[in-house]
């Protein structure tokens, strides 16, 4: 931008001395100045038009890249929740299956306790009705 500036700076600035400092009728230095005027507004013009486009050509490289980039984030991530998922699946899987095993062995225990406390009783009976 400084030197867009400075071109245009120069540009106006040595022609308008250029045309002031020239021996030549009023007219003529008019004449001059006003096509001195126009050819620096072409100037002028066709380098904003030049900027224009190297800036659109810029956003839509950077639009481009921006877009790659959280396409391939996006994959990298699903992949990585689905791989995480899968995981959390088996895990819970171990986990109800160790839980199952745990729940039969209380059981286990439980149908014995029931069958000692049976056993027991039945052994106080008989050795109140004994004595």
Known sequence: MKNLSGVLLGTVVGALAGILFAPDKGENTR???KNEA???????SETASEY???ISATASDLKDKVSSTYSAKKETFDAQLEDVMS?????ADDVITTLEKKLSE????????QKDVVSETKN????????
């Open 87 to 91: 995981n959390v699946s088996y895990k």
């Open 124 to 131: 106080a009976k008989g050795k109140i009705q004994n004595a």
């Open 52 to 54: 224009s486009e190297k």
């Open 31 to 33: 004449n001059k100045l």
């Open 38 to 44: 126009l050819s620096a507004k072409d100037k002028i």
């Open 106 to 113: 209380l059981k286990e225990k439980n149908r014995k306790l």
